[in-house]
Structures are given as structure tokens and as C-alpha cells.
């Protein structure tokens, strides 16, 4: 027994790359075609097998520290590029990572040694500070002190626990749902923590008081796959931190520093 | 909430709309900042990267070379990049840097040795107890099959199979019609069941 229509459609039917009306066709036609309907499920038990034994091979960490090296020494205009065509000896690999790594030592211990000489800007701290905030509320599972969507439970939820009041806004239509919000710690003092999110992304913005503190927006930094933005509005200070796109964490800020469109009812 | 409402919306504007990340970091030095904005939109498809690379090579080592190579060449094609998928170009870079390596390092294997339009008829057989034996195989034999496929089948199964990819992905990552990425999928899809038949069979 055979049919005509199981070459050439279930293949497709399987991959999800029939257009509508040939799905809905197709559908139909399985339900009717034993032939047709054992081949779709022999395909799905090889993708199954295929999935469920995590045949995708991780590239190894050493692998992107190799990487970033190469592309520092690329840009550093070393003889790489053009002395050696194509395939460069690992040992070359390895020991520009012990010159880095060496380099990283030194730095680190003469850092160490002369903190007074090389005190990092009160920028840098905060950035740092924030960074580290980031990270730790994504791997403490500290995220949030009250989860909501709404801006008026997250906001009433710090009065009588900071100081200030901080500005809230949900930017859900735009994209950037509001999900909750916390107290956390920086410079020295208690901050409003409000966490958005942006599809699987999370952004922590940090929010203090700063009466002196000007409208300009700056990009302070990247690490390890994190952005951070500082702006001034208002009297108060804020910081965002997240891995979402450079351009996503961009718009965002546009959007908290002059506020959602009004939405047409 | 009109908090953000009034105020200097010039200045921030300013320097928002010009939607130029690296003009927001005029204190980096271009190639410093290029070097960053790579690492941080190439560098997340490291092991899509190395995923390729590893199935084309069948070999850590070599796979990691060529991944190299391929980032170093991504890295001088950057500017050139238009926006777009970034896993399809850069596996389009992978790919032809491994079949390269290939050609320089293994010139032995052909890369194709099949007809490639030639629609397979080719029956994989009896289907229930099949089903039974693909629900069984264990890693180790499904490594061995897709490793044993002729590259231009293993690259199609391995983009769809373990990337996900659209059949629109896989013909630009390997330069051919969508109707060659269907045609090669079933046949790797085919010949895959063969040997995993084969080699369940001899198990039972």
C-alpha cells in the first residue's frame, strides 16, 4: 500500500513548513491514511530519539576565551593576520592566554596594591555594584518583593519602606511588562529595585534620589554579556541593567525617560 | 504616572534618536567598541557555532580550530553585516570555513557523492516495530548513524534536527533551493532509519 501524498507532504507537515491550507488538508488526510499517518510517526520517533539524546554538542569554555583572545590580538594589529594564512597553531592559542592571563595577574596585584593611586570613578563603582546586584537577584531567586504587573500595587508597596517614592510605570504595551519590584542595597543606601521584563529578558532598574543629578543618559558599560545605562530624571537617579538587546535596552530607557504614548481607546 | 512627563526630553532625545549604539559610546575607541558589539550579538551562538563545526569535522579538536577561524572571519566580515539572522550568518561563515578545512586537511572524503535530485523512493521498511526501535536507540548508535551520513545530509539534519532551523534557514546557511533542503532532509531522514535499523537490527 502506498500513497502519493507521503513523500511529498509529510516531511513538511512534520517540520511545520506547510502553508495553511495544505496543513489543514493534510490534517485531514492523516486521520484517513494509515500509510501517511506511520510515516509521520516513525519521522516524530527519530526527531524524539534524536532530541531526547541531546546530540547538540556544547562548545567547550575554553573555546570563548580562546575567542576573545584572538579577537583582541586581531585587533591589536599583531602579525597575525597577515604572517600566518589560515590556520593558526594552537600552541600560538595557548600562549597568548598565558600572556593574558598573566597580564589579568598583574593587573589584578598591582590593583591590590595601589588602591589609593587607582580609586575607580563613582561611576564605575555604582555600575559594578549594580552589575552585581543584577546577577544576584537572577541566581538567588531574589528577583522580586512584590510581584505585580501594576504599577499602583508596586508603587504604595515601598511607602513607609524607603525614604522616597519612587517612580513606577508599566510599559507592557510597549512591550516591557512591568513585573515587580524590590528593596535593594547600593552606595550605601536603600534603592528601589523595579524589574521589567522583555520577552525572556529581565531588567533590573535601580532608583535613588539625586536632586543634583543632570538629564543626560550614558551608557556606562558592558560585562559579561550585560549592558548598563544611567540617566537622571526628575530628582532622582536610575539605573538599568540586563542582557536584552543593546537596542531593546535603549528603546526601554527612551521609553522611562519621557514616558509611554498615550493609548488610543 | 506622569513622573518622566516634563523636563529635558531634548537632551535625552538627543542622544536616543540618533539609534546609534556605538554613538552613546564616544569615549571607546571604535575598534574597542566594534570588538564589544560583536561579542555581544556573535558571541551568544558560540555553540551553534561549535555544534556545526563539531558534526562537519566529527572531531573536538578540529572543531575547535575551525570555530575559531570562523569567528576571526565573522569578526573582519562584521561590518558588512546588514542586520538580519545572525545564527544564519554566521553559520553560513562556519560552514564554509569547515568545508574548507575539510577540503585542505581531508581531501579524500568528497563532499557529495550523491544525486541530489533524484527524489528518494527508497523505503525504510516495516514501521511498527521501527517506530519501537527509534523510540529505543540510545546515543552512543544515533551519534555513530548521523556521524556515518555523507556531510551534505548530516549538515541539513543536524541544522533542522538539533538548530531548529526553517528550511528557509538551512538554504541560506548552504547556499541551495528550498527544494534541495527538502530533498536532502528526506533523504538524510531516510538513510538515517536505514542504519539505525541496520543497527538495531543486529542488536536484537
Not at chain 1, 526527531?47 to 583582541?72: D, K, M
Not at chain 1, 525572556?200 to 545605562?229: A, C
Not at chain 2, 556545526?52 to 553585516?81: C, I, K, M, P
Amino acid at each position: 500500500m502506498s500513497c502519493e501524498l507521503t513523500q511529498r507532504y509529510v516531511p513538511g507537515y512534520l517540520d511545520g513548513e506547510l502553508d495553511l491550507v495544505r496543513t489543514i488538508e493534510m490534517e485531514a488526510h492523516l486521520k484517513g491514511c494509515p500509510v501517511c499517518a506511520q510515516e509521520l510517526e516513525s519521522l516524530k520517533a527519530l526527531r524524539a530519539g534524536l532530541q531526547r539524546n541531546s546530540l547538540a554538542y556544547a562548545a567547550p569554555a575554553v573555546l570563548r576565551e580562546h575567542i576573545q583572545s584572538s579577537l583582541r590580538e586581531e585587533l591589536s594589529g599583531t602579525d597575525a593576520r597577515e604572517g600566518k594564512s589560515g590556520w593558526w597553531p594552537s600552541l600560538n592559542i595557548w600562549q597568548l592566554a598565558g600572556a593574558f592571563a598573566l597580564l589579568a595577574l598583574i593587573s589584578v596585584t598591582s590593583w591590590q596594591l595601589t588602591p589609593r593611586l587607582r580609586a575607580p570613578s563613582s561611576d564605575q563603582r555604582i555600575a559594578a555594584e549594580v552589575f552585581a546586584s543584577h546577577v544576584r537577584s537572577l541566581e538567588a531567586n531574589h528577583l522580586m518583593d512584590v510581584a505585580s504587573t501594576d504599577q499602583h500595587t508596586v508603587k504604595p508597596w515601598f511607602d513607609g519602606k524607603l525614604d522616597f517614592s519612587p517612580p513606577v510605570e508599566d510599559l507592557a504595551s510597549n512591550g516591557f511588562p512591568l513585573v515587580g519590584g524590590r528593596l535593594d542595597y547600593l552606595e550605601g543606601r536603600e534603592v528601589a529595585a523595579l524589574v521589567y521584563q522583555r520577552r525572556k529578558h529581565l531588567i533590573n532598574v535601580f532608583v535613588w534620589p539625586d536632586p543634583s543629578g543632570t538629564s543626560s543618559t550614558q551608557t556606562i558599560e558592558s560585562r559579561q554579556g550585560y549592558n548598563i545605562m544611567k540617566w537622571s530624571r526628575g530628582g532622582f537617579q536610575f539605573w538599568a541593567v540586563s542582557d536584552v538587546a543593546p537596542p531593546d535596552l535603549t528603546e526601554f530607557v527612551h521609553l522611562l525617560q519621557v514616558g509611554a504614548p498615550p493609548q488610543t481607546k | 504616572m506622569t513622573v518622566f512627563a516634563a523636563g529635558n526630553k531634548k537632551d535625552a532625545l538627543a542622544v536616543l534618536q540618533a539609534g546609534d549604539w556605538k554613538a552613546a559610546r564616544s569615549t571607546e575607541v571604535p575598534g574597542a567598541a566594534t570588538r564589544e558589539r560583536f561579542e555581544q550579538v556573535v558571541l551568544p551562538h558560540l555553540d551553534a557555532a561549535y555544534n556545526l563545526a563539531r558534526w562537519l569535522t566529527r572531531n573536538e579538536q578540529d572543531a575547535q580550530d575551525v570555530t575559531q577561524e570562523s569567528f576571526l572571519r565573522a569578526f573582519r566580515f562584521f561590518d558588512g553585516y546588514q542586520g538580519g539572522n545572525m545564527r544564519a550568518w554566521l553559520l553560513t561563515i562556519v560552514r564554509n570555513t569547515c568545508y574548507t578545512w575539510l577540503h585542505q586537511n581531508r581531501p579524500s572524503q568528497s563532499a557529495v557523492e550523491f544525486d541530489e535530485e533524484v527524489h528518494s523512493s527508497e523505503s525504510p521498511g516495516d514501521a511498527n516495530p521501527e517506530i519501537q526501535a527509534l523510540a529505543s536507540a540510545d546515543k552512543e548508535t544515533l551519534r555513530r548513524a548521523l556521524e556515518e551520513l555523507p556531510e551534505v545530509f548530516r549538515e541539513a539534519l543536524v541544522l533542522r534536527e538539533l538548530e531548529g532551523m526553517s528550511y528557509k534557514e538551512i538554504a541560506d546557511v548552504t547556499s541551495v533551493s528550498l527544494g534541495t533542503v527538502m530533498s536532502r532532509l528526506a533523504r538524510a531522514r531516510t538513510r538515517l532509519r536505514q542504519t539505525l535499523g541496520a543497527a538495531l537490527g543486529k542488536e536484537s
